[in-house]
């Protein structure tokens, strides 16, 4: 069986968390957490990253920092994951869903400002497969309206917008480092923090409220609950692990950006000939071979066709269900309808992507689809 993902292995991993044992500290913010920190600092220009258990954790460190309430409404896509949406809903906000582009599964930036009202506090665009949105279109219509930006670049480590690295442009943004993304820690996630007003407050947060980190570098004499907050840094095991990653980001990325190209040169002719659809990618976006979708005719089609991958030992999944449409938020939407969302919804599947994908296996994956629509 060709499974969907495989996590893997780039060399250090056991040895940094060997190191981080030996060390005689494994709980949160310990060498390799402070190793970590530096690398996306130094490397991307964030003015502050602090590593989160999750990027569920780092998405609701954003709620609690931009003193989310009930009675807030939140922008974000319908067709994104769960947490995006859930971090908000736990302060008590109301989610506004918009639709997806036509193009992408990014957020439709021309559906955006009919949605806004006086209760609107900020916008969530998600990177869908690593590919930017229309972020210029996203700021300007923030800052009009005086809205925060928080965007979900779980899947664009190493990902930019006209040049500019994803996650550095809104004022605060998540990443995740779950193992189906391209830099893995098994479970793990990234705050990181762009506008000044919100650096001190977001590391008492994930404190628990406290300022233990201001204690810690003896900027304060004894520290205490502050703020609200919770428990969100990850032990410094993780953080190793992690760390081992980061050091072979660029092997890494270079070796998926040709499954991609692969994938899509070898299914470039059937895709025309039967009007499938290939992912796209703006002028304005990079792609960081997060995955590789394509986009069936209908949900029929879809489901023939991972029966038949799957008959052929090759695993093959769909993605997102639009949330507007789940059953926690069903009644409780009161919008249009959402007609790209529930496209994907119903049409996009993913193929197998991850390092170690040989180039028969892929050749065969190519071929099982080929020989499907033909």
Not at 112 to 124: G, H, Y
Not at 214 to 230: L, T
Not at 280 to 297: D, E, G, P
Not at 329 to 335: A, I, Q, S
Request: glycine share 6%.
């Amino acid at each position: 069986m060709i499974p969907f993902n495989k996590p893997y292995l780039s060399g250090n991993e056991t040895e940094y968390i060997k190191q981080a044992t030996l060390s005689g500290k494994i709980s949160g913010d310990g060498i390799f957490t402070k190793k970590c920190h530096q690398f996306f600092e130094e490397k991307y220009g964030f003015k502050k990253v602090l590593l989160t258990t999750s990027c569920s954790d780092a998405l609701e460190m954003a709620a609690i920092l931009l003193n989310i309430k009930e009675g807030d409404e939140v922008i974000m896509p319908s067709f994104t994951f769960v947490s995006t949406a859930n971090a908000f809903v736990l302060r008590g906000a109301t989610i506004v869903f918009a639709d997806s582009e036509k193009e992408t599964p990014n957020i439709d930036v021309t559906k955006i400002e009919a949605l806004i009202t006086l209760k609107t506090k900020a916008i969530v665009p998600v990177h869908y497969a690593g590919i930017a949105c229309n972020m210029d279109e996203i700021m300007r219509i923030a800052n009009k309206y005086n809205l925060f930006v928080v965007e979900d670049a779980a899947q664009a480590i190493d990902s930019f917008y006209k040049g500019k690295p994803l996650g550095t442009i809104g004022h605060l943004a998540v990443f995740s480092f779950h193992e189906t993304k391209n830099i893995i820690s098994g479970e793990g996630g990234l705050f990181a923090v762009n506008d000044d007003q919100f650096l001190q407050r977001a590391e008492i947060i994930r404190e628990k409220g406290t300022n233990r980190s201001q204690f810690f570098r003896g900027e304060v004499d004894k520290y205490g609950w502050v703020d609200i907050g919770s428990s969100f840094l990850p032990s410094d095991i993780i953080a190793a692990f992690l760390y081992a990653q980061l050091e072979n980001l660029d092997s890494i990325q270079k070796q998926r950006k040709i499954i991609w190209n692969k994938y899509f040169e070898g299914l470039k002719e059937v895709a025309q000939l039967f009007e499938i659809k290939l992912p796209f990618i703006n002028s304005y976006a990079t792609n960081n071979a997060h995955m590789f979708y394509l986009c069936c005719k209908n949900i029929e089609q879809r489901t023939a066709l991972i029966t038949h991958l799957k008959a052929n030992e090759i695993g093959a999944v769909f993605h997102y269900l639009s949330l507007h449409k789940s059953p926690f938020y069903n009644n409780k939407y009161k919008g249009n309808e959402l007609v790209y969302s529930d496209y994907y919804t119903d049409c996009l599947l993913r193929l197998p992507f991850y390092f170690e994908l040989t180039n028969q296996e892929q050749t065969k994956i190519i071929n099982t689809i080929v020989d499907f629509f033909k």
